[in-house]
């Protein structure tokens, strides 16, 4: 199977940094996909990593490590509006599908 | 706006019957992919098309099916409806450069 392990809930507090891991099966990996996803509405994309490293998007930064199959999500000076559901999403190689395996989220939660 | 459309948005029905759900595609991607999100489980993939053609499979029952017409708009037919296929339906479109892909709004399936 190609299992994504993440936390399934986090809670942080308003202003502070949090970290989400993930971790995945490296074999036919071809891209990690972080998406943010709010209660009962659509998946939206976060960021997007292929190559080893630091992604870096305002209040957000992305990091992978292909060898070891892991990346975390980077949330610096949280809002309360960051409380949802964030997703990892791998691409695996295949034929010329550009499918992705998401794992279950982790579900993030900001207190005052 | 997403750019994605799906319809209906919300779908309640009994058991053992059939829907049709819709996805129109962001103007311009030739792919789309079908997702089911239930309460405990992560976005789960379906099925892909690409210009018309079934491109990737993952778990989509027999009762499942779906289709992609020339406009490229896609829908999703379940039938013999069963009270576990009550779930949030996300239709996804992309480009085919692999960079990801953008989520429609969703159709919540209730059946009772």
């Known amino acids: 199977g190609q299992n994504i392990d993440q936390p399934t809930e986090m809670t942080a507090t308003e202003g502070a940094i949090v970290q989400i891991n993930c971790t995945y099966q490296t074999s036919g990996f071809n891209g990690l996909f972080w998406y943010q996803q709010h209660a009962g509405e659509a998946p939206t994309f976060l960021s997007y990593?292929?190559?080893?490293g630091l992604e870096e998007k305002g209040r957000f930064s992305s990091f992978l490590s292909r060898s070891k199959g892991y990346s975390y999500l980077l949330l610096k000076e949280l809002q309360m509006k960051d409380s949802a559901s964030y997703l990892c999403a791998v691409r695996y190689s295949g034929a010329g599908s550009y499918q992705l395996t998401f794992g279950k989220g982790t579900k993030l939660s900001v207190i005052p | 706006d997403s750019g994605v459309t799906q319809t209906p948005k919300h779908l309640i029905t009994a058991t053992g019957q059939r829907v049709t759900l819709r996805c129109s595609p962001r103007?311009?991607?030739?792919?789309v992919y079908w997702y089911q999100q239930s309460l405990d489980q992560g976005l789960q993939f379906l099925i892909q098309y690409y210009n018309g053609e079934e491109r990737a499979k993952g778990n989509i029952l027999e009762r499942f099916s779906a289709q992609q017409f020339p406009d490229l708009h896609s829908e999703l037919n379940l039938s013999s409806l069963e009270l576990g296929d009550s779930a949030l339906y996300f239709c996804?479109?992309?480009?085919?450069?692999?960079?990801?892909?953008?989520f429609g709004s969703g159709t919540r399936l209730t059946v009772v």
């Open positions: 990593n292929v190559l080893d």
């Open positions: 996804a479109s992309s480009s085919g450069t692999g960079r990801g892909y953008t």
């Open positions: 103007s311009g991607d030739l792919s």
